[in-house]
């Protein structure tokens, strides 16, 4: 087995680069850490792992096995599926067993319309904890109230655009 065989079959890319899988997955943990507001060390801590293990998951350098996504989503609080959200399609054909076999499975419909649900979405969480991050419940409120006007309005709007066309 060559080096390069070996690096693929670690899941690497054919270039030895960490795979965009990986590294989407990567990126997920420090998103959900960071609506956390945990640092490295403390996730690390609560993982039993070291900060530095930390960096390279969410970098995309270090795999994730199974059972350390599982231990991810409990810590985290959040379902596993979150770490494949909002993945690319062009990175979601990019599995080591695409390197391996060079046949990239069509995303199906369910997968395409789960890309466009807004829940999924970074800005929605985001969103979500800024509100939940205001001190005055009045003040949440009268922000939500503004947010429902708003959307109510654009969909108006755009009913009507829609009309007449």
């Known amino acids: 087995m060559t080096a390069e065989s070996k690096k693929i079959s670690r899941g ?3 270039t030895g680069n960490p795979n965009p899988v990986d590294v989407h997955v990567g990126n997920r943990i420090k998103i959900r850490r960071n609506l956390m507001g945990f640092s490295q060390e ?11 293990q930390v960096q390279k998951y969410e970098k995309g ?3 994730v096995s199974a059972s350390r996504l599982w231990d991810f989503s ?3 609080n ?6 494949f959200e909002d993945m690319d399609k062009e990175v979601a054909k990019q599995s080591p067993r695409m390197f391996r076999t060079g046949d990239a499975l ?3 419909e369910e997968s395409e319309m789960f890309n466009d649900d807004p829940m999924t979405k970074k800005e929605t969480l985001e969103l979500v904890n800024a509100y939940y991050k205001i001190g005055s419940r009045q003040t949440a409120k009268r922000i939500f109230d503004l947010i429902m006007t708003v959307s109510k309005t654009q969909y108006v709007n755009d009913a009507e655009e ?4």
């Open 12 to 14: 690497r890319t054919p």
């Open 42 to 52: 403390k996730l690390a801590g609560l993982l039993g792992l070291t900060f530095q």
């Open 61 to 63: 350098l270090n795999r």
């Open 74 to 76: 409990v810590v985290l």
């Open 78 to 83: 959040t379902p596993v599926a979150f770490f």
């Open 106 to 108: 069509e995303l199906n």
């Open 162 to 165: 829609n009309e007449n066309e």
